[in-house]
T-cell receptor, first 112, second 115 residues
Framework: NAGVTQTPKFQVLKTGQSMTLQCAQD?????MYWYRQDPGMGLRLIYY???????DKGEVPNGYNVSRLNKREFSLRLESAAPSQTSVYFC???????????FGQGTRLTVV | GENVEQHPSTLSVQEGDSAVIKCTYS??????FPWYKQELGKRPQLIID?????GEKKDQRIAVTLNKTAKHFSLHITETQPEDSAVYFC??????????????FGSGTQLTVLP
């Protein structure tokens, strides 16, 4: 029972390159989220998915796209990476409205 | 949307003293308020949470208080220990247009417990 698994853990991209961050959960939760964490700014919501087949924008969606492939998997895509997207990315999942959010181990992305 | 402000950004206390971190929120529809602890290089992990129908909750050395009227909530850690050193985040859960709820985080407090 792994909980929430993110891949990769580290990535360096050149400006303009694209990549997809993968997230999978084995907790049978409906809701999944992508956050970015920058120093002094907490965790900011990029996109979320209430259930399989639905996605919605969060606070900072520009430059990103998401896919909720099935109940287990929620991916985040950067089509044309920019240095401003250098950050630590966390995937999370919740089982209900007032329940704990479980986070993946994070992906440290550097765009040069 | 919801806006959560957290203070202070850094806090140093002597081992055994108490630490208090305060947060305010803007959306009166928010009704769930968790606190997360994040150690260096690790993922955030829940340490305590409170729902809007409760004013206070305790779990051993940790307590959270909520004032719905004033829209603020606080984390209290008593008898601090060096292993309490970490970044602490407050959050508020507010409704969205879909069935998911949006969890908005404060900017974090770096707590350092000095031996």
């Amino acid at each position: 029972n792994a909980g929430v698994t993110q891949t990769p853990k580290f990535q360096v991209l050149k400006t303009g390159q694209s990549m997809t961050l993968q997230c999978a959960q084995d907790m049978n939760h409906n809701s999944m989220y992508w956050y970015r964490q920058d120093p002094g700014m907490g965790l900011r919501l990029i996109y979320y998915s209430a259930s399989e087949g639905t996605t919605d924008k969060g606070e900072v969606p520009n430059g990103y796209n998401v896919s909720r492939l099935n109940k287990r998997e929620f991916s985040l895509r950067l089509e044309s990476a920019a240095p401003s997207q250098t950050s630590v990315y966390f995937c999370a999942t919740t089982g209900g409205a007032h329940t704990e959010a479980f986070f993946g181990q994070g992906t440290r992305l550097t765009v040069v | 949307g919801e806006n959560v402000e957290q203070h202070p950004s850094t806090l140093s206390v002597q081992e055994g003293d108490s630490a208090v971190i305060k947060c305010t929120y803007s959306d009166s529809a928010s009704n769930y308020f968790p606190w997360y602890k994040q150690e260096l290089g690790k993922r955030p992990q829940l340490i305590i949470d409170i729902r809007s129908n409760v004013g206070e909750k305790k779990d051993q050395r940790i307590a959270v208080t909520l004032n719905k009227t004033a829209k603020h909530f606080s984390l209290h850690i008593t008898e601090t220990q060096p292993e309490d050193s970490a970044v602490y985040f407050c959050a508020a859960s507010s409704p969205t247009s879909g069935s998911a709820r949006q969890l908005t985080f404060g900017s974090g407090t770096q707590l350092t417990v000095l031996p």
